[in-house]
């Protein structure tokens, strides 16, 4: 399965030579540090621990995003899901060079055409921290609306330093499904 965008094209399932890059962008802090299981990431030792993690973690459907110059940049995915009712989008621009150009508004878009078209699920929900500005902006700005705020709920890596963190819950629903 393919699904391509203007900038970017997103490729169903990693490769083995995706990992060793994975692993290095899982231990900088400045990537990953508003994710709730940063200090897992940081804690993997080598290529076959990320391997069992990501398995562990993505139950539902990954896709590899790619440049066009086939550069592997990051990965995205739909996760958890509860039949067609909803399921959970996770996005990861890896490579600090892609980030503020857009690129996350195209994938987020593709993904949702994917899940409510392709899928017929019936609502996309999500997760990040309420620090996390840029995505919480990307995320409104494609219609996802705030539902809950867990206050702290996770410890992540802001501004230079370890901060307790709440989780903001936040969802779109299938327009056609409602
Ligand atoms: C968060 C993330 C997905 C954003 O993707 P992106 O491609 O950089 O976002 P976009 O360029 O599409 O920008 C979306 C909006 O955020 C805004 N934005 C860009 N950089 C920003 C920043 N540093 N702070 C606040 N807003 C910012 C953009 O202005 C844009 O809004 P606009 O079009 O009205 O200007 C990406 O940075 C990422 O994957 N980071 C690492 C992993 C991560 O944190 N994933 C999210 C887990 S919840």
Known sequence: MKLTGEKIYLKEGLVEENYPRLLRWFHDLEIMGYIGWVKKGLALKDVSELKAYIAELEDGII??????ADKFIGYTSLSDFVGKEECEFGIFILDKNYWGKGIGLEITNLMLDYAFNDLQIKKVVLTTSEFHDHAIKLYEKV????????????TIFHNGEWVLSGTVEMEIRNKRGQ
Do not use: A, H
């Open 63 to 68: 896709f590899g995003v790619y440049d066009y």
């Open 143 to 154: 219609g996802f609306r705030k539902t809950n705020l867990i206050p702290n709920d996770r």
